[in-house]
């Protein structure tokens, strides 16, 4: 069999790459819907020099090595996060393909997925999550649910509640400057996805790797202990973590 690829491998190779190109779609969403502009229609331009980009332009990762992280026709600096999200869509789907492989259960995590990116990095940059991703998170869970694999039924209705409750008393105590309203909502969405067990450890996992983020600022000299860091991203990243890890049952 040598010098034979497996189907295997090829599809392996097809997930990721499929996930990069929806990667790139998430990029569109990212920069288009805190803006309110119309991310459905509309050929993506340049923001700098608006040129109309062609096609060469837009493959993921590979346009950006060719064009050395700059602007074809005006030469402005490409953000590298556009690499980067189409590198994490593109990994995360490759771990989902080999944690849930091809069923009405994984469609759920490609849809979670891209969702729980864009949400991270719209937070992280201007502050709040948009309902449509935590709405688009819901319908994952929906579909999750549907497939009757991994979390039980009951464990998934407790989940909406278990953590998004105790959040929303925190954010009334603290009048909101402890917990945003898209903080709550999504961790409601994400306990349907996860059950309650699996979204304890994903906001368990979140506020981890929130506080080493928070004191290595703090270290920097970037923060101090009255800097608000954004929540959001670290929830995302908690709730992608879990899922795949899987059922952890206690
Ligand atoms: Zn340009």
């Known amino acids: 069999m040598r010098g034979l690829v497996s189907i295997h491998t090829i599809l392996y190779v097809f997930a990721f790459l499929y996930g990069a190109v929806v990667g790139s779609f998430v990029n569109v969403l990212i920069y288009r819907i805190p803006r309110k502009l119309n991310w459905v229609t509309g050929r993506s331009a340049c923001p700098e020099c608006a040129v109309t980009l062609k096609l060469i332009d837009l493959i993921p990762i590979v346009s950006y090595i060719i064009l050395r992280g700059k602007c074809r026709y005006c030469g402005a600096k490409i953000p590298f996060?556009?690499?980067i999200v189409e590198m994490l869509n593109g990994l995360l789907y490759l771990a989902a393909f080999h944690r849930y492989g091809l069923t009405l259960y994984s469609l759920g995590w490609y849809i979670a997925m891209p969702a729980l990116i864009a949400l991270a990095f719209i937070d992280a940059e201007h502050r709040i999550i948009p309902d449509r991703f935590n709405i688009a998170l819901a319908v994952a869970g929906l579909i999750m649910t549907i497939s009757g694999e991994e979390a039980e039924l009951m464990s998934r209705v407790i989940g909406i509640f278990a953590i998004s409750v105790p959040f929303l008393a925190i954010a009334?105590?603290?009048?909101?400057?402890?917990m945003g309203g898209g903080d709550i909502k999504l961790v409601a969405a994400s306990g349907l996805c996860l059950g309650w067990q699996m979204n304890i450890v994903?906001?368990?996992i979140g506020s981890l790797l929130g506080s080493v983020y928070g004191v290595a600022l703090m270290i920097m000299g970037k923060a101090d202990r009255k800097s608000q860091i954004p929540f959001g991203?670290?929830?995302?990243a908690g709730i992608a973590i879990s899922g795949m890890i899987g059922q952890l049952r206690f």
């Open 202 to 204: 994903a906001v368990f």
């Open 172 to 178: 009334m105590i603290s009048k909101g400057s402890a």
């Open 81 to 83: 996060r556009y690499t």
């Open 233 to 236: 991203p670290w929830l995302a």
